[in-house]
């Protein structure tokens, strides 16, 4: 069964940091990468980091680059968004996605419900 759920959205002052989780099924997380996306109101969905099955490779948009850290614990079955240095352009509604190693939503066909986080200036 696919399942997909993320957790710790909040708000936070600009500058401060949140630690994003997204807690899989064993099935789920067996694909070839987790990522994670955002929308804003308004908005399309975009792209924020992306890793590998085994750790190995990850990617990340420019926007967060240096700022936020993907990472997971294969033996939880858990993705992380380490979010640091936070902006009130990062506010959104944060997604995690299961599928391929991309930088597009087209090729992650597992959501999960999404995470609010709001930033304030």
């Known amino acids: 069964q696919v399942q997909l759920a993320e957790s710790g959205g909040g708000m936070v002052q600009s500058g401060g940091s949140l630690r994003l989780s997204c807690a899989a099924s064993v099935l789920t997380f067996s694909n070839p990468a987790m990522g994670w996306f955002r929308q804003a109101p308004g908005k399309e969905r975009e792209f924020v980091a992306t890793i590998t099955r085994g750790g190995s490779m990850t990617s990340y948009a420019d926007s967060v680059k240096g700022r936020f850290t993907v990472s997971r614990d294969n033996a939880k079955n858990t993705m992380y968004l380490q979010m640091n240095s936070l902006r009130p352009e990062d506010t959104a509604n944060y997604y995690c996605?299961?599928?391929?190693?991309?930088?597009?939503?087209?090729?992650?066909?597992?959501w999960g419900q999404g995470t609010q986080v709001t930033v304030s200036s």
């Open positions: 996605a299961a599928g391929a190693y991309s930088t597009s939503p087209r090729s992650y066909p597992y």
